[in-house]
């Protein structure tokens, strides 16, 4: 069982190793806004859990299950991401607003957000035609 804070420090290190091919400690702390000793502390549960090796010198790498969990958490970030977008959420709310919420649902809720989100990009049209009805309750509460 991982909390969700040991999400967002799996899902920060699969991110940094996708783009940089490396994780390091004082990067996850930059990514994170945490101080580097809270990066060192949680990196040593998290090879515990054995989601990662880390080794002092040579940094850290993900292991099989870490990898795995650490695909998911990206792409349930990015899925949340993409849901917000299509129902018209302020572009600068939606980074925060999925750091609040991504931890707290289900798998299964997000497999149905995941049928949605296809449902409206099956057909650009569906799109169009949440964005008439926001456009009418928008105008209804003037
Ligand atoms: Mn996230």
Request: net charge negative; charged share 35%.
């Amino acid at each position: 069982m991982t909390t969700p804070s040991m999400e967002d420090y799996i899902e920060q290190i699969y991110m940094l190793i996708e783009e940089k091919g490396y994780a390091r400690v004082s990067d996850i702390a930059e990514a994170l806004a945490v101080h580097p000793s809270s990066v060192t502390k949680m990196v040593q549960k998290l090879d515990k859990d054995e989601y990662l090796i880390y080794e002092k010198y040579r940094g850290l790498v993900l292991t099989p299950k870490g990898k795995k969990i650490g695909k998911r958490l990206v792409y349930r970030h990015e899925l949340l991401e993409q849901f917000l977008r299509i129902i018209g959420v302020d572009e600068e709310k939606i980074y925060d607003d999925v750091e609040g919420i991504e931890h707290h649902l289900s798998w299964n809720s997000i497999d149905r957000v995941g049928d949605l989100v296809q449902y409206f990009e099956d057909d650009r049209k569906r799109i169009d035609d949440l964005r008439n009805v926001q456009k009418r309750n928008e105008q209804d509460n003037q």
